[in-house]
Each structure stands twice: as structure tokens, then as C-alpha cells.
């Protein structure tokens, strides 16, 4: 599905066994699990397979390996210039992936490793929120299923149903994560908890 004209649209995609720029090969479909539209008027898409897809219309521009597994959050800034607009994945394996504004049509197409500019495994991040008792404070291995990314602040939605708030606004490199909420139980170690 693409905007066209304020109408929705529909195009036919397959998905390419071998990277983009490789012979072609027979197309087998996967399955979509994450869909942005890039103001620049590429659709990306994300894959079980753990691929970043990106579309102009209903051809394949290029397609990254992004996520050891299923990709299920794509997230772009909200209200950032269009040449500004960096793409924020998510995924089953626990990471969060920071992908630069030229790998969505802006330049030549780079190499995956060049396009990605950085890379926050939460499931280490994460190992540091514990209760008062020294416990973790998540109910598992996060696994991303959405994000949502505003200025210094990214949002994050896991498997379990918890969110997560991490504050980039201190530090670029290591963001300070704070569990806003945790699903439809009550946080271990809350007064609601029973004994």
C-alpha cells in the first residue's frame, strides 16, 4: 500500500531470494511485519526474515539484512526534515538498529554496515533495571514488537507487554532506560503485588 493523492493504493511486491544487485533469482514471498513511509516517498518494509525493504512504488530499491529474526517496529522521528529522517528498527532478537537517512533513496546504495550507524542491544541495556531486591525487573528477553521515537526520548513496546522509555537527552551512546509499564500485571515488587 503506498499514498497516492490522499487515496490509498494498492502494488504487488515479491521478495528477492538473493540481496538486490545480485542475479536474480526465483522472488518467494515473506511475510511483511512492519511497515513507514519515508517523507522522501519510499515505502520501507520489514520482514520475517529480518530484512529491511525498501520500495519506490512497486519496485525494490534495496534490501537490507537488519535483525536476527522477524523485524516488527520501523520508526522515523516524529517531525524531522525529510533529509534528516533517520529509521529507527526493532526486532525479535532484543535490538534496536539506527539507520542513516541515505539508505532510503537519497544517495547510491551503500553496504548494510555503512548504513547503519548504531546498534542497542536491550536485552543488555535492560539488565541493569532491577527491583530493590537485586531482581530484573522485565519478565524475559525483551523481544521489540513496537517503537516510537520523539526527539531524545524513544519508546519501545515488548512481547510481554511492557514499556520501556530510554532518554538519549544525557548520553548518545548510552541511553538511560526506564520501565514505564509492565503489561496487564502488576510490576514485581509493587504494593499491589501479592505476597
Known amino acids: 500500500v503506498r499514498p497516492a493523492g490522499g487515496t490509498i493504493e494498492s502494488v504487488g511486491c515479491e521478495l528477492p531470494d538473493?540481496?538486490?544487485?545480485?542475479?536474480?533469482?526465483?522472488?518467494?514471498?515473506a511475510t511483511v511485519t512492519a511497515l513507514a513511509w519515508?517523507?522522501?516517498?519510499?515505502?520501507?518494509?520489514?520482514?520475517?526474515?529480518?530484512?529491511?525493504?525498501?520500495?519506490?512504488?512497486?519496485?525494490?530499491l534495496r534490501a537490507y539484512h537488519a535483525h536476527a529474526g522477524p523485524v516488527f517496529a520501523l520508526?522515523?522521528?516524529?517531525?524531522a526534515p525529510a533529509e534528516r529522517a533517520y529509521l529507527?528498527?526493532?526486532?525479535?532478537?532484543?535490538?534496536?538498529?539506527?539507520w542513516g537517512a541515505d539508505a532510503f533513496g537519497?544517495?547510491?546504495?551503500?553496504?548494510?554496515?555503512?548504513?547503519e550507524l548504531r546498534t542497542v542491544d536491550l536485552r543488555a541495556l535492560v539488565a541493569r533495571l532491577t527491583d530493590g531486591a537485586g531482581r530484573p525487573q522485565l519478565l524475559g528477553?525483551?523481544?521489540?514488537?513496537?517503537?516510537?521515537?520523539?526527539?531524545?526520548?524513544?519508546?519501545?513496546?515488548?512481547?510481554?507487554g511492557e514499556v520501556l522509555r530510554l532518554d538519549y537527552s544525557a548520553s548518545e551512546e548510552s541511553p538511560e532506560a526506564t520501565l514505564l509499564l509492565q503489561g496487564h500485571a502488576p510490576r514485581r515488587?509493587?504494593?499491589?503485588?501479592?505476597p
Not at 538473493?18 to 518467494?28: K, L, N
Not at 537519497?106 to 548504513?115: D, G, K, T, V
Open 189 to 194: 515488587g509493587s504494593p499491589a503485588e501479592p
Open 75 to 79: 520508526a522515523l522521528p516524529h517531525g
Open 18 to 29: 538473493q540481496p538486490v544487485g545480485q542475479p536474480a533469482g526465483r522472488a518467494r514471498k
Open 88 to 98: 529507527l528498527s526493532g526486532g525479535k532478537d532484543g535490538r534496536l538498529r539506527l
Open 141 to 160: 528477553p525483551p523481544s521489540i514488537r513496537s517503537v516510537s521515537w520523539m526527539g531524545t526520548l524513544v519508546y519501545v513496546g515488548t512481547r510481554a
Open 106 to 115: 537519497l544517495s547510491e546504495p551503500a553496504s548494510a554496515a555503512r548504513q
Open 38 to 60: 519515508h517523507p522522501l516517498g519510499t515505502l520501507l518494509a520489514g520482514t520475517s526474515r529480518g530484512e529491511i525493504l525498501v520500495y519506490r512504488g512497486a519496485a525494490l
